[in-house]
Nanobody, 124 residues
Framework: VQVVESGGGLVQPGGSLRLSCKVS???????IAWFRQAPGKEREEVSC????????YYADSVKGRFILSRDNTENTVYLQMNSLKPEDTAVYYC???????????????????WGQGTQVSVSS
């Protein structure tokens, strides 16, 4: 199983980025999530989805700006990040679960697989 993120980079405040998370080894129609960790801070939930077509959780800090989406044909999940702020600067991680499957709006306490992370820096 592999979970590989891409799409990070340096962007000016107000800009946009789209992160990708390609999963191989199992079908990506179950629980998936994006987390982030800023320097000196604990890892935090950004957005979580339990299944294709289910409800999606967003942290209050990103609600209205970030969008999680899936392409099951490509086994890839995306995080579209708009109106980026300096406080969005962090390493972003994708996490996937091989068995959890639910429709409600929440994040799991633990995920089976994690990516290596991709750096997002928002600065002028």
């Amino acid at each position: 199983v592999q979970v590989v993120e891409s799409g990070g980079g340096l962007v000016q405040p107000g800009g946009s980025l789209r992160l990708s998370c390609k999963v191989s080894g199992f079908t990506l129609d179950k629980a998936i999530a994006w987390f982030r960790q800023a320097p000196g801070k604990e890892r935090e939930e950004v957005s979580c989805s339990g299944m294709t077509g289910g409800s999606t959780y967003y942290a209050d800090s990103v609600k209205g700006r970030f969008i999680l989406s899936r392409d099951n044909t490509e086994n890839t999940v995306y995080l579209q990040m708009n109106s980026l702020k300096p406080e969005d600067t962090a390493v972003y991680y994708c996490a996937a679960d091989a068995s959890a499957w639910y429709s409600a709006k929440y994040c799991l306490r633990a995920y089976d697989y994690w990516g290596q992370g991709t750096q997002v820096s928002v600065s002028s």
